[in-house]
């Protein structure tokens, strides 16, 4: 198997995590502004460690395959950065919540470079600089955004590597596969910011109807702009996602908590941009917005 030099941008806990699951024969880079040239050992609390280099973003040696593990509203920039460092046929795989960031990293992206989305259900926190809890295991999906396109290496050591991701090669069930995921966050992601509860805290009769509603709404919007979404199905869903993430705290009660920017805007502002457009009325989900966004100060 030939060796494959991987650069993952946005070393926080899902980058790391996806740092450690990656096949023995890649080499990993790390890239963030504030790193220097260097090497640093990453680790979890499954035993798992791994020597990885580090560079900082805008460093100018090449980038061929390449994992995009920022937060959402990071990643537009962060493609902008290293695009001089991209080689002509790189591999970008951008793995976060929300929607927006796939369209806008696109745009920027030239025809020979293959631009991939996944989504991933795999839970880790970061507990302290380097070092990482696994605090879910999950599934994951990779596949093209726009168009079809042949997976690449990059794509090979993704489907070896522990998170056993799964290639789908059709476009619309991706974004059907994002818009799903978009639900789920919309559902769980504020009410447990606000509230301060791990999911599993939205299981009892006092929070159900508030994400039943957001689910509602959600899939609303979603059947508007031409998802096929089935309410009860995903209703089903993201009660099933509660379950199997009970004892987690969702990604932006953790931001909230930390004071950290949060999702909220390529989650929850682009469900409430595109819901406008379509004259549904999203006053609850932008009542919602804005309480948790003053529960951060
Ligand atoms: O954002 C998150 O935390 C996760 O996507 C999810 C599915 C809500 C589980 O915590």
Redesign the pocket.
């Known amino acids: 198997m030939d060796e494959l030099q991987v650069d993952i941008i946005g070393p926080g806990a899902m980058g790391l995590h996806c740092a450690l699951a990656l096949p023995a024969r890649c080499q990993v880079t790390l890239r963030h502004p504030d790193y220097r040239e260097g090497t640093t050992e990453i680790s979890d609390d499954t035993g798992r460690r791994r020597q990885v280099r580090t560079r900082p973003l805008n460093d100018p040696s090449r980038i061929a395959a390449a994992l995009v593990t920022t937060k959402a509203g990071r990643v537009a920039s962060a493609v902008q950065t290293v695009l001089p460092a991209l080689d002509a046929e790189a591999e970008i795989l951008l793995l976060h919540?929300g929607l927006g960031p796939q369209d806008q990293a696109a745009d920027c992206m030239s025809p020979g470079q293959r631009l991939y989305v996944g989504i991933t259900?795999e839970?880790a926190l970061r507990e302290g600089p380097g070092v990482i809890r696994h605090t879910?295991r999950g599934s994951t999906l990779a596949g093209p955004w726009r168009t079809p396109v042949t997976p690449g290496p990059l794509i090979e050591a993704l489907c070896q590597s522990s998170l056993q991701a799964h290639w789908e090669p059709d476009p619309s069930q991706v974004r059907f596969a994002v818009w799903r995921?978009l639900i789920?966050?919309c559902a769980?992601?504020p009410l447990?910011a606000l509230h301060n509860l791990p999911?599993g805290g939205l299981l009892t009769d006092t929070y159900r109807p508030a994400w039943v509603a957001l689910t509602q709404l959600a899939c609303q919007v979603a059947r508007a702009e031409g998802i096929r979404i089935d309410v009860p199905e995903m209703l089903e869903q993201v009660e099933t996602?509660m379950r199997a993430?009970a004892r987690?705290?969702?990604?932006?009660?953790?931001d909230v908590q930390h004071g950290r920017e949060t999702?909220a805007p390529q989650i929850l502002g682009e469900l409430i941009r595109r819901g406008r457009q379509h004259s549904i009325d999203m006053q609850p989900l932008e009542e919602l917005v804005s309480r948790v966004v003053n529960s951060g100060h």
């Open positions: 919540n259900t839970g879910g995921k789920i966050n769980i992601n447990t999911n996602v993430t987690n705290y969702s990604s932006m009660q953790q999702e």
